[in-house]
C-alpha cells in the first residue's frame, strides 16, 4: 500500500510541475504564416510573425550591436546545414505590451537568397535581451518553383547576359503570371514579381522597350485587363488595371514606347466596393 501511495505523489508532483511549468513557457506564444505557400524563385518571400505576450508586464525586443533580436533559420531540403545570410539582417526593435499581441510583416528577399527551387522549411526564433532565453514559432514550409515558362527574351544588361521571362503558376486555383530575370551564364535567378492574374481568353502581349523592361498585358476577368512593366532586375515597375474601350485590344511598339490600344485605365465608381482591382487579388 505504501509504495502505491509513493507512486501516486510521484505522479502527482509530476503533473503540478509540468502546471506549474507552462505559464513559463507561454509567456511569449510567437507564430509564423507565410503569405502563401508556392514562391517563384527569385521573388521576394513574404512573412507575418506574429507575437502574443501572456504576462502582465512589458516585453522588448531590441536588437543588440552584432545580435538582432530575431534570427530565421531557414533549411532547404537536400541541403546540409542552414541557409546563410546574404546580409546582416536588423529587424526593427519591437515594444509588445501586458496580453496584446504585436505582428509584424518580414521580407526575406534583403536577407537570404532563396532564389532555388526546391522545399524549404522556416522558424523564426526570438531572443530575449537576457541574451540567454529564447522563444521558437513553428515551423512554415514553402516551395520555390520556377512555373511555366510562357515567354521569354534573352538581353545584355549592366555587362550580363540575362533571360527575362514570363511565367505561369497556379495559386488557390487561378493562373498567375510572374515576370523573373535570370543570368543565362550562371542560370543564377536575380529576380521575379508577380505581375497579374491570367485568365486564358486572350495569349498574354509581351514586349520589351528601349530600356529593356518587360511589358505584359494580359485578360484578368471577363472584365478586366492587367498591364504591368517589371524592370532588369525583377522589380515590378508599374501595374493597371484597365477596361476595353472599343475595337480590337492590343499592345504595340511606337516611337514613343510600348502602349496598349482597345483600352483605358478603370476608374472605381463612388459606392463601389473593391472586388478584383484589389491590391490583394491582381495578384
Known sequence: M??????TLVRLLLIVGLWCAAPLHAQLEVRLE??????VA?????????????????????????????????NRQGDNGAVAPSAVPRYP????????????????KDYFNLNREGIYRIRAILR??????VYSSNVVTINIISGG????????????HLKVSVRNILLNGKNVLFGQVRNSDTNKVIGACPMAQYL???APKIKLDRAQNLHLL???TPKYYTYAVMDTQGNLRSQKILVPSGGPVDMVSTGGGIRYIGLVPYTKPKGEKSHYHSASERP
Open 200 to 202: 486564358s481568353f486572350m
Open 34 to 39: 507565410p503569405s502563401r505557400r508556392d514562391f
Open 93 to 108: 526593435n519591437q515594444t509588445i505590451a501586458p496580453g496584446s499581441r504585436r505582428a509584424c510583416r518580414l521580407e526575406l
Open 2 to 7: 505504501n509504495k502505491i501511495i509513493q507512486q
Open 218 to 220: 494580359c485578360q484578368s
Open 149 to 160: 515558362e510562357v515567354g521569354s527574351f534573352q538581353i545584355q544588361a549592366r555587362g550580363q
Open 42 to 74: 527569385g521573388e521576394n518571400v513574404l512573412l507575418v510573425l506574429t507575437m502574443i505576450n501572456h504576462t502582465d508586464a512589458s516585453i522588448a525586443l531590441t536588437n543588440t550591436p552584432g545580435r538582432c533580436w530575431l534570427h530565421m533559420e531557414i
Open 128 to 133: 530575449m535581451p537576457d541574451m540567454q532565453t
